[in-house]
């Protein structure tokens, strides 16, 4: 099946900073990456739609200049967290859509656990 | 009323059952069906998908839709431990490629 990776797996970082989440579809091609966070015993939250080449699609609530997504090429986008606090540790999750796949499968990343401190 | 209904559970069950995990949803228009699991810490990992109504198997794992009622399953036989993970129910509609997902269900199969 397909891969997608997520660098890094962990980070922990404090109060203030900005981190950056990188997720990589390995060997398909993806015109369109999600971006989700999911909380300790709950379900995965879509944050935003990444499409290769134009804006994100942002999700109600989800603030837009906190969570810079860029999707650069058909097989990278990138998640930045700026000026991260402690109510932005998560656990990010990436998928990508296979352009080559006969219906609309996405293939998950491992996900990165942020812990601001 | 959320979209998707999920039984967060947990659920547990003794190594050898036969497991059932459902969904109900409300939107009639949905037209893909997923069914993800989920270990700890780990990103989802596609299981089945069933596109409208019907039964498609996989091993040990059934998923089933009625579309008519709005109700998805997926049935795991011969459970193993190695089974114990969360499982996360999701849909799509055929107009655009947003899944809509449950808020998943807790396994825990017991040696």
């Known amino acids: 099946g397909a891969v997608v990776s997520q660098h890094p797996s962990w980070v922990i970082c404090k109060s203030g900073t900005s981190v950056k989440i990188e997720c990589r579809s390995l060997?398909?091609?993806?015109?369109?990456m999600f971006w989700y966070r999911q909380f300790p015993k709950q379900s995965l939250m879509l944050m935003a739609t990444s499409n290769e080449g134009s804006k994100a699609t942002y999700e109600q609530g989800v603030e837009k200049d906190k969570f810079l997504i860029n999707h650069a090429s058909l097989t990278l986008s990138t998640l930045t967290v700026t000026s991260a606090h402690p109510e932005d540790s998560s656990f990010y999750i990436c998928?990508?859509?296979?352009?080559?796949?006969?219906?609309?499968?996405?293939?998950f990343g491992p996900g990165t656990r942020l812990t601001v401190l | 009323q959320k979209e998707v209904e999920q039984d967060p559970g947990p659920l547990s069950v003794p190594e050898g059952a036969i497991v059932s995990l459902n969904c109900t949803y409300s939107n009639s228009a949905f037209q893909y069906f997923m069914w993800y699991r989920q270990y700890s810490r780990k990103g989802p990992e596609l299981l089945m998908y069933t596109y409208s109504s019907g039964n498609k198997e996989d091993g040990r794992f059934t998923a089933q839709v009625d579309k008519s009622s709005k109700y998805i399953s997926l049935f795991i036989r011969d459970s193993q431990p190695s089974d114990s993970a969360t499982y996360l129910c999701?849909?799509?509609?055929?107009?655009?490629?947003?899944?809509?997902w449950g808020a998943g269900t807790k396994l825990i199969i017991k040696p």
């Open positions: 998928s990508a859509r296979d352009m080559s796949a006969t219906y609309n499968e996405q293939f």
């Open positions: 060997d398909f091609q993806a015109t369109t």
């Open positions: 999701a849909m799509i509609l055929n107009s655009n490629y947003q899944l809509i």
